[in-house]
T-cell receptor
Framework: DVKVTQSSRYLVKRTGEKVFLECVQDMDHENMFWYRQDPGLGLRLIYFSYDVKMKEKGDIPEGYSVSREKKERFSLILESASTNQTSMYLC?????????????FGDGTRLSIL | SQQGEEDPQALSIQEGENATMNCSYKTSINNLQWYRQNSGRGLVHLILIRSNEREKHSGRLRVTLDTSKKSSSLLITASRAADTASYFCATDPKAAGNKLTFGGGTRVLVKP
């Protein structure tokens, strides 16, 4: 089974801090994704990556950046955290972007910015 | 923007009853997927139906897809309390490279 591991289940940070959310997958998947999930707004794609050192903006990239230095690891960075970035963050991976394959999700990080 | 829209937003049923939820979408797709999310956890993939398929089964789950109406339904038969969760449809649009678009979800409560 694919395992997607997010480094923290809960995280509390202060406004203005630089925040790193880490995600690791163990199945050599090419694709990795970061979403945020808010009540009433569903899942929204922040950034995704199809390969090492490659990144593409999703629907709501403002205030975020990402890093993919190794195939198995995809990091989400909040450059200067703000209270409106309090949310549930979900990482996912999938085999590649050609085949009909599902995405596999981590357990999420519930981030609170005070 | 959310392409998939689920209906109803919430559903409350008794254990043993069937639960049906629907999803509508707007553009051409490679496939449509259903996921479950237990409270406070990540999403778990349930079933994927390709655009050239009309019906698919997995255990107590039955999914239909009507590409002419751009809609799908998920049926959970003989529901159990453990089926209590939120259910999301996600579309994999053509030429989007597995970049899924999720609906807002249906919250299902199965009462024992």
């Amino acid at each position: 089974d694919v395992k997607v591991t997010q480094s923290s289940r809960y995280l509390v940070k202060r406004t203005g801090e630089k925040v790193f959310l880490e995600c690791v997958q163990d199945m050599d998947h090419e694709n990795m994704f970061w979403y945020r999930q808010d009540p009433g707004l569903g899942l929204r794609l922040i950034y995704f990556s199809y390969d090492v050192k490659m990144k593409e903006k999703g629907d709501i990239p403002e205030g975020y950046s990402v890093s993919r230095e190794k195939k198995e690891r995809f990091s989400l960075i909040l450059e200067s955290a703000s209270t409106n970035q309090t949310s549930m963050y979900l990482c996912a991976s999938s085999f590649d972007h050609y085949s009909n394959q599902p995405q596999h999700f981590g357990d999420g990080t519930r981030l609170s910015i005070l | 923007s959310q392409q998939g829209e689920e209906d109803p937003q919430a559903l409350s049923i008794q254990e043993g009853e069937n639960a049906t939820m629907n999803c509508s979408y707007k553009t051409s797709i490679n496939n449509l997927q259903w996921y479950r999310q237990n409270s406070g956890r990540g999403l778990v993939h349930l079933i994927l139906i390709r655009s050239n398929e009309r019906e698919k089964h997995s255990g107590r789950l039955r999914v239909t897809l009507d590409t002419s109406k751009k809609s799908s339904s998920l049926l959970i038969t003989a529901s159990r309390a453990a089926d209590t969760a939120s259910y999301f449809c996600a579309t994999d649009p053509k030429a989007a490279g597995n970049k899924l678009t999720f609906g807002g979800g249906t919250r299902v409560l199965v009462k024992p």
